[in-house]
Each structure stands twice: as structure tokens, then as C-alpha cells.
């Protein structure tokens, strides 16, 4: 027996979880999806993963909408069969099952939903206590990068010549500034002001990004949203990422600069535990 998974309404083995090769996330990629980290067994920010799990779905002219406690219980039931006490749940939801044409089927078609859980250390892990290098990389992604979507194999590709280089990660850059990571949102410190791109089409609206806003604002360091070049973040004196995996991970080298000391900023560390402490208090 693996991992009991959700698939449709259903609690599988995940060996028994089976979906046709009509579905449109095979074929066009056509899939939203959603990572909600977990913590001593509860789901942190869930409401805030699913409003943005609508707002794609509506981007994308999706036949309906998902229920939002339907959601919240079989996220909590693949907790409770996984045993899940550390780690995540993924959600993915497919446009469905169509004949393959490049247009959106116009008859209804059912959304496929699938769900699965991933243990993982979030609290305690190298990258946390000893920072991340990444290097840059030309954003090559289409212009709708705020859409939750599984067209994920630039960044994928993005990531691995990172890991071939000798990198972590990569942070991509378009028309000469820092969109975002490769699954996460990029910020620097520069003179006491922590500083991350403004949202636009061109990044993910991080659900954690939004709750380190707060946590930042209630350390009272000054937040500005503006683009930042390669050479900024190079020669910023902290930098780091958020996402619901990573939480707030130091990054400490950028192409060949070393950031600050080479070691996880002083700043990044307060945000990180000030997030971490917010996460567990809002946790479900
Ligand atoms: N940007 C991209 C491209 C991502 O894939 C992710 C993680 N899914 C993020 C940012 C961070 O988003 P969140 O904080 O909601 O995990």
C-alpha cells in the first residue's frame, strides 16, 4: 500500500489512481494547481490558496468553481489517512476530459481533481539554516505567469541548469529585471528596505509572499514593490524566497556575488521565524 490519494471523489491507493490520456492536462497542459503547506497536521493559509485556486479557474473561463469546503474537507481527510505531519498537500484541477482540439471544449466537460500529499521538512532544512545559491536566467514563460498553471517545464528546465551549474535554483529576468524564482517569489534587503517586484502578469501572487508582507510590516521594516536588476540583487545586503514549501529561505549567492557574509541574513532569519509563528497561529 503508497499513499492514499483523491481522485474525484474518490480515496485511492495511489497505485489504483487512474486518469484518461483525453485529460487536457496531458495533452494542453490545461491544469490549475495549488500547494498548501502542513504543519503538526493542520493546513496553513488554506482559504487564501483556494481564493487563488478561483481566481485561475476564472482567468482561464472554467466551466464552475470548485466548493471551497468540499475542498478543506478531503484536504483534511488525506491528512488524517497520510498521517501527514510535515510536509504538503498538492491539488490539481484539470480542465477534463475532451476530445483533442486546441479550443476549450464547449460541451461542459466534468474537472478532474486530484489531490496527493508529500512529506517533507519544512521547519528544519539545509536550505533554511544555510541559505540558497541560485543564478539568472532569461524568463522565457508566457506573459501569464500570475495563472497557477502546470506549464511548468521552463522552470523546470530553468531549475535543472541551475542544479547542472552548481546552483539551488534559478531566478529568471525579463527585460533586464528579477521576475521570480523558478517556484518561488524573489526579494532583497538593500539599506534596511525589503524590496520584491510589484504583482503583475508577469509573477505568481504568493500566498506566502502576501503573509511576509505583513510579517515584514509588522517589524516594522519599510516593504517597497518595485523591479530590481541583477547587479541590485547582487550587490543587496540580504536577499531571499518565499513560497509555501520554502516558507522564507535565505539565499546567500547570487551568479558569482556572495550576499552579505555568505551567510543567511540578520533581517531574513527575524521574517522567516516571524512567518513561521504567523503560519502555525492561522494554521486549520
Ligand atoms: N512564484 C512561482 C512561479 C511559484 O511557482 C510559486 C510557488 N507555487 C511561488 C511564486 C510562491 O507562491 P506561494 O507562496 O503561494 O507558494
Not at 54 to 77: A, C, G, I, V, W
Not at 186 to 191: D, E, M, P
Not at 264 to 270: H, I, S
Amino acid at each position: 500500500m503508497g499513499r492514499t490519494v483523491y481522485l474525484n471523489g474518490e480515496y485511492l491507493d495511489e497505485a489504483q489512481a487512474k486518469i484518461s490520456i483525453f485529460d487536457r492536462a496531458l495533452l494542453f497542459s490545461d491544469a490549475l494547481y495549488e500547494v498548501t503547506s502542513v504543519l503538526d497536521g493542520k493546513l496553513i493559509d488554506f482559504k487564501n490558496h483556494m481564493k487563488r485556486l478561483d481566481r485561475s479557474m476564472t482567468e482561464l473561463n472554467y466551466p464552475k468553481l470548485l466548493d471551497h469546503k468540499d475542498l478543506e474537507l478531503f484536504h483534511r481527510e488525506l491528512v488524517k489517512k497520510n498521517n501527514l505531519k510535515e510536509g504538503v498537500v498538492y491539488l490539481q484541477v484539470s480542465r477534463g476530459v475532451a476530445e483533442r482540439s486546441f479550443d476549450f471544449p464547449d460541451k461542459k466537460t466534468e474537472l478532474t481533481v486530484t489531490a496527493f500529499t508529500q512529506v517533507k521538512d519544512l521547519l528544519q532544512n539545509d536550505a533554511a539554516l544555510k541559505g540558497i545559491k541560485v543564478m539568472t536566467i532569461d524568463d522565457m514563460r508566457w506573459k501569464r505567469c500570475d495563472i497557477k498553471t502546470v506549464q511548468l517545464l521552463y522552470p523546470s528546465f530553468a531549475k535543472s541548469s541551475a542544479v547542472e551549474k552548481g546552483f539551488d535554483d534559478a531566478w529568471m529576468v525579463r527585460n533586464g529585471y528579477i521576475t521570480e524564482g523558478t517556484s518561488n517569489n524573489a526579494w532583497i534587503i538593500r539599506k534596511g528596505t525589503v524590496i520584491t517586484r510589484q504583482f503583475d502578469n508577469l509573477i505568481l501572487r504568493g500566498i506566502t509572499r502576501e503573509a511576509v508582507i505583513e510579517c515584514a510590516e509588522e517589524l516594522n521594516y519599510k516593504v517597497d514593490f518595485k523591479n530590481f536588476t541583477i547587479n541590485e540583487a547582487q550587490s543587496a545586503d540580504e536577499a531571499f524566497v518565499t513560497s509555501a514549501t520554502t516558507f522564507v529561505t535565505p539565499v546567500i549567492k547570487i551568479n558569482k556575488s556572495t550576499i552579505g557574509d555568505g551567510k543567511p541574513g540578520k533581517f531574513t532569519k527575524l521574517l522567516r521565524e516571524k512567518y513561521i509563528e504567523k503560519a502555525k497561529k492561522i494554521a486549520i
